[in-house]
């Protein structure tokens, strides 16, 4: 039992270029999200999906691009990285039809943009 | 509005003490208010939840208390100890289109002294 899986754990990347972080989860949650964590700042919605093939913004969406082409992976990719992009993502997922059912985080990507 | 404001940014305690932190909520749509605890390098796992036609939940050493009139909840941690030590979030979330919609605290560093 997995749960949601997040992969690397640690990049350092360049100003200018591209990756992408991994999500996978094994529960067979519809809904799955991206967050970042800034001291201070606490969890910001980056992006989200509710079901394979739907996707939608959050309270950060800018410099970052998703898609959920199956229920269990949700990959987030950065499109130029810059320094502002330095932070810790999670990746979350739950049920999105169940009131009362909390979220499952990753354990993280620690991301630094030099 | 959407936002939950959590309090103390920080909190240092001794072993034995009762750490208290609160969250206060707008938005009286939210119907599910969960806490999350994190520990360094580690993704937010789900602690304890309260739904608001309750006052109060216990989880062994871990309540909620929750004021619907005030739109004030907080969590108490009873006889804390050294490996409480960790950073919580609050949360509060509502049903809506199809999914949960979750806003977070921005969260409380804890530290329990022997």
């Known amino acids: 039992n997995a749960g949601v899986t997040q992969t690397p754990k640690f990049q350092v990347l360049k100003t200018g270029q591209s990756m992408t972080l991994q999500c996978a989860q094994d529960?067979?949650?519809?809904?799955m999200s991206w967050y970042r964590q800034d001291p201070g700042m606490g969890l910001r919605l980056i992006h989200y999906?509710?079901?394979?093939?739907?996707?939608d913004q959050g309270e950060v969406p800018n410099g970052y691009n998703v898609s959920r082409s199956t229920t269990e992976d949700f990959p987030l990719r950065l499109l130029s990285a810059a320094p502002s992009q330095t932070s810790v993502y999670f990746c979350?997922?739950?049920?999105?039809?169940?009131?009362?059912?909390?979220?499952?985080f990753g354990s993280g990507t620690r991301l630094t943009v030099v | 509005q959407q936002q939950v404001k959590q309090s103390p940014q920080s909190l240092i305690v001794q072993k034995g003490g009762i750490p208290i932190i609160n969250c206060a909520y707008e938005?009286?749509?939210?119907?599910?208010f969960p806490w999350y605890q994190q520990f360094p390098g580690k993704g937010p796992a789900l602690l304890i939840a309260?739904?608001?036609?309750?006052s109060e939940k216990k989880e062994g050493r871990f309540t909620i208390s929750f004021n619907k009139s005030a739109k004030q909840f907080s969590l108490h941690i009873m006889d804390s100890q050294p490996g409480d030590s960790a950073t919580y979030f609050c949360a509060a979330s509502y049903y809506s289109g199809g999914y949960q919609k979750v806003t977070f605290g921005t969260g409380t560093k804890l530290q329990v002294i022997p």
């Open positions: 938005n009286t749509a939210f119907d599910y």
């Open positions: 999906s509710v079901g394979a093939g739907i996707t």
């Open positions: 529960m067979n949650h519809e809904y």
């Open positions: 979350a997922s739950s049920y999105s039809n169940v009131i009362g059912y909390g979220y499952t």
């Open positions: 309260i739904r608001p036609d309750v």
